[in-house]
């Protein structure tokens, strides 16, 4: 089992570019989350999906949106990049919203 | 008050030591708990999780004080490998993990 992808696992663009990040797991999970991490500041959660067809906003939502594709899949897009939003991205699942969650390699994001 | 607050170190102790790292919480309600493992430039790996009774896998052990609302991870025998940074998470409301910054680890030679 290859757990949780993302791709992809390096990206730089300008200001205000979009792009999409890719995310899929093969547990058969219900809940996907995704999560911003920066210096000192840990892990904080930008949007989460508790099953297929629910999403639902996390601590730091503002400039990005997601896509539940199916119960596989969880896309995290960002329509204008700014420079604040360089950071790691990881995607993570669980299958029951109390148990531990299973991450993804991480996507190190630059916007110029 | 952070919801998790953890010493972000490091903790720079000799092959062999016992070291121990605390977690305080700051909602009574989280219900979950758990250790991550994160590497340098990796993504976190669950450790362990931390059960009310306490619990040990090998030379690590975990310990919940719901009292106090602390977690704690004692690690026994350190090896060069468990050189990381150990993250705290609690699980508070109904989709809401909340993580620690981490407490770093340097096991020296």
């Known amino acids: 089992n290859a757990g949780v992808t993302q791709t992809p696992k390096f990206q730089v663009l300008k200001t205000g570019q979009s792009m999409t990040l890719q995310c899929a797991q093969d547990?058969?999970?219900?809940?996907m989350y995704w999560y911003r991490q920066d210096p000192g500041m840990g892990l904080r959660l930008i949007y989460y999906?508790?099953?297929?067809?629910?999403?639902d906003k996390g601590e730091v939502p503002n400039g990005y949106n997601v896509s539940r594709l199916n119960k596989r899949e969880f896309s995290l897009r960002l329509e204008s990049a700014a420079p604040s939003q360089t950071s790691v991205y990881f995607c993570?699942?669980?299958?029951?919203?109390?148990?531990?969650?299973?991450f993804g390699p991480g996507t190190r994001l630059t916007v110029l | 008050r952070k919801e998790v607050e953890q010493d972000p170190g490091p903790f720079n102790v000799p092959e062999g030591a016992t070291v121990a790292f605390n977690c305080t919480y700051s909602?009574?309600?989280?219900?979950?708990f758990f250790w991550y493992r994160q590497d340098c430039r990796k993504e976190p790996k669950l450790l362990m999780s931390?059960?009310?009774s306490g619990n040990e896998d090998g030379r690590f052990t975990a310990q919940l004080n719901r009292a106090s609302q602390y977690i704690s991870l004692l690690i026994r025998d350190s090896k060069l490998s468990d050189s990381a940074t150990y993250l705290c998470?609690?699980?508070?409301?109904?989709?809401?993990?909340?993580f620690g910054t981490g407490t770093r680890l340097k096991v020296l030679a």
């Open positions: 993570a699942s669980s299958e029951l919203r109390v148990n531990e969650q299973f």
């Open positions: 547990m058969n999970h219900n809940s």
């Open positions: 999906s508790a099953s297929e067809g629910t999403t």
């Open positions: 909602n009574s309600a989280s219900q979950s």
């Open positions: 931390v059960y009310s």
């Open positions: 998470v609690v699980t508070s409301g109904t989709y809401k993990y909340i």
